[in-house]
């Protein structure tokens, strides 16, 4: 079964760290870009980094630029995402997603999703 | 970067109801542009991939249409387990931009 399965989430005071894990089974790990979107509480969906496939290449969202790393290790099959200097504006449902892509379209989508893990800055 | 805004944010219809949600984005984004549907407390699950494409296992009641800036998700017949709420999503640039949303629940 295709699956990705997030951990590491938790509670974390403001200027905290953490870092969370998706671990992907069920396919090719090394042959996808994956993402990280996050939803706070009653709120929308927000892309908030992505890696290409080896690793090479990373984009971040604004709001967590300097503050986010994201990484992946093709040989565990596990997307990483350490947090750093945590705000309460980070408090969120995170999710990983892979990414496929559609080269007879002008497709590429987030097909494949984790069930998320819930990350509450508070003091 | 690019924005994606969604219409109406919210709608209320009944059981086979036929149902609209349009999408604009900020700039032109040719045919890169899917939608999801997210339920409570669930992931979201992708429905339309390249603005008209049905993904795999999705019921052939959702289609999309559009193209460019101006895109169109149809729910033909709405049935109970569509009730939920629905996001585009831009996948011609990064950052991967999302719409706020449209919630449809019951009437």
């Known amino acids: 079964e295709v699956q990705l399965v997030e951990s590491g989430g938790g509670l974390v005071q403001p200027g905290g760290s953490l870092r969370l894990s998706c671990a992907a089974s069920?396919?090719?790990?090394?042959?996808?870009?994956m993402h990280w979107v996050r939803q706070a509480p009653g709120k929308g969906l927000v892309w908030v980094s992505r890696?290409?496939?080896?690793?090479?290449?990373?984009t971040y969202a604004d709001s967590v630029k300097g503050r986010f790393t994201i990484s992946r290790d093709n040989a565990k099959n596990t997307l990483y995402l350490q947090m750093n200097s945590l705000r309460a504006e980070d408090t969120a449902v995170y999710y990983c997603?892979?990414?496929?892509?559609?080269?007879?379209?002008?497709?590429?989508?987030?097909?494949?999703w984790g069930q998320g893990t819930m990350v509450t800055v508070s003091s | 970067d690019i924005q994606m805004t969604q219409s109406p944010s919210s709608l209320s219809a009944s059981v086979g109801d036929r149902v609209t949600i349009t999408c604009r984005a900020s700039?032109?984004?040719?045919?890169?542009l899917n939608w999801y549907q997210q339920k409570p407390g669930k992931a979201p699950k992708l429905l339309i991939y390249?603005?008209?494409s049905l993904q795999s296992g999705v019921p052939s009641r959702f289609s999309g249409s559009g193209s460019g800036s101006d895109f169109t998700l149809t729910i033909s017949s709405l049935q109970p387990e569509d009730f939920a709420t629905y996001y585009c999503q831009q996948s011609y640039s990064t950052p991967r931009t999302f719409g706020p949303g449209t919630k449809v629940d019951i009437k």
């Open positions: 390249a603005a008209s």
């Open positions: 890696i290409n496939s080896d690793g090479s290449s990373t």
């Open positions: 700039q032109s984004i040719g045919s890169y």
């Open positions: 997603a892979r990414e496929r892509s559609w080269n007879d379209l002008q497709g590429r989508a987030f097909d494949i």
């Open positions: 069920g396919f090719t790990f090394s042959s996808y870009w």
